[in-house]
């Protein structure tokens, strides 16, 4: 397929996997996930409620955790779909681009992975200080309100 179609095509296959998963907990597993796992679901509603397109797309780029959990807790969560599914497909971009490099024959050459790394790397964490400012602004706003 080459790098662009498999970017596109394994970036939408993957999507569609988590857009699955999300409603299979959804509409079937929400009463048991919520019972199983309340606290944690409610510590991701908690985390994810400000900025949740963002947020999520960050949890993609990061490879930390499990893509089943995140869209078994999100499905039965209360995030709404779109930034959900929206931010996971942004954020699934730069694995599918490595994945279609190597697919393509890009696998031999090292500097590829480690310049998308780096981007990648580059992109979370202006995400991350975008977020942080966000957050600090509107507590600082809270306050402000609090005390008028």
């Not at 998963?21 to 509603?45: E, W």
């Not at 696998?107 to 975008?130: D, E, Q, T």
Request: hydrophobic fraction near 50%.
């Amino acid at each position: 397929m080459g790098v662009s179609l498999g970017t596109v095509f394994s970036t939408l296959a993957t999507t569609l996997g988590a857009a699955a998963c999300f409603y299979t907990a959804r509409l079937l597993l929400r009463p048991t996930l919520t019972r199983r796992f309340g606290r944690r679901m409610a510590a991701f509603d908690r985390a994810v409620i400000d900025d949740p397109l963002l947020k999520i797309m960050l949890i993609r780029l990061l490879p930390v955790g499990s893509n089943l959990l995140t869209n078994l807790v999100g499905g039965a969560s209360g995030i709404r779909a779109f930034p959900f599914l929206a931010g996971s497909a942004l954020g699934y971009i730069p694995q599918m681009l490595v994945f279609a490099l190597a697919g393509a024959g890009f696998g031999n050459a090292n500097h590829y992975p480690v310049l998308l790394g780096a981007a990648g790397f580059v992109v979370a964490s202006a995400i991350g200080a975008m977020l942080y400012r966000n957050r600090r602004v509107r507590n600082l706003s809270a306050t402000v309100s609090d005390e008028f």
